[in-house]
């Protein structure tokens, strides 16, 4: 309600990193009002620099998609901008997919990394678990090998418990059906390496949850099995799967 409330002037001055996570907690009009203060922010930028910003702020792709004229150049990048391919990683909108697409055929290449990180634009994809972009970056060719770690590296050694959903099971099949190298090494250690690790490390808590069940089930306050999956896994349906 307080930045509802901030005239368009002082938007200026506003730091916006999170602006996609306040808009989501206003509802109507308070939310158009905050995306259209932050659209005049904007306008004010080069044209380049206020696609990309407008992209990672979660603002509607129709709104920030103005910016990519005939001088906008999806490749350019500095210290401090990165490639436009780096700033989809964060959207999994049908229309930034769908205008992904077109980028590439206007020369936009997949194969490019932040300036101040290593890994690619698909492993952005995989630390955010974007699989929906990754999929279309693979699709359009992007390379399931290249920067460091690896794609695959960063799948399997991010969010292990996730790995219950199934979600990243058919993220990893894909990125192997791409020609990811599951034997590829960064920092002494394989993406195979990361994963047995993750489920080594379940196990160890699995047997110590269920070592405590039993227990409690000698004592005669056995939880019932939907109880003992949201213990552990947080969500059933995610423990069934």
């Given at each position: 309600?307080?930045l ?8 200026e ?7 996609n ?9 308070a ?158 250690k394989?993406?195979m ?49």
């Amino acid at each position: 309600a307080q930045l509802a409330g901030m005239s368009t002037e002082a938007f200026e001055d506003f730091y916006f990193d999170g602006i996609n996570m306040i808009t989501q907690s206003l509802g109507e009009p308070a939310r158009q009002k905050v995306q259209n203060a932050a659209l005049h922010v904007l306008s004010a930028l080069p044209i380049n620099v206020a696609f990309r910003i407008g992209l990672e702020w979660g603002l509607p792709f129709d709104s920030v998609r103005p910016f990519t004229g005939a001088t906008f150049d999806p490749n350019l990048e500095s210290e401090y901008m990165d490639p436009v391919a780096v700033a989809f990683a964060s959207r999994s909108d049908v229309p930034c997919q769908s205008f992904v697409r077109e980028l590439v055929q206007r020369g936009m290449r997949l194969n490019v990394s932040s300036p101040l990180r290593t890994h690619s634009a698909l492993g952005d994809c995989m630390q955010q678990r974007n699989f929906g972009m990754a999929r279309v970056y693979l699709e359009l060719g992007a390379d399931p090998n290249f920067g460091h770690p690896s794609p695959l590296e960063l799948l399997c050694k991010n969010n292990a418990y996730d790995l219950t959903t199934g979600a990243d099971a058919k993220m990893l099949e894909s990125l192997l059906k791409a020609g990811a190298d599951p034997f590829a090494s960064f920092d002494g250690k394989t993406a195979m390496d990361s994963l047995t690790s993750s489920l080594a490390d379940i196990d160890a808590e699995l047997y110590d949850l269920y070592q405590g069940r039993f227990d409690e089930a000698v004592d005669g306050n056995l939880p019932s099995e939907a109880q003992f999956e949201i213990d552990y896994f947080g969500d059933s349906n995610a423990a069934k799967a």
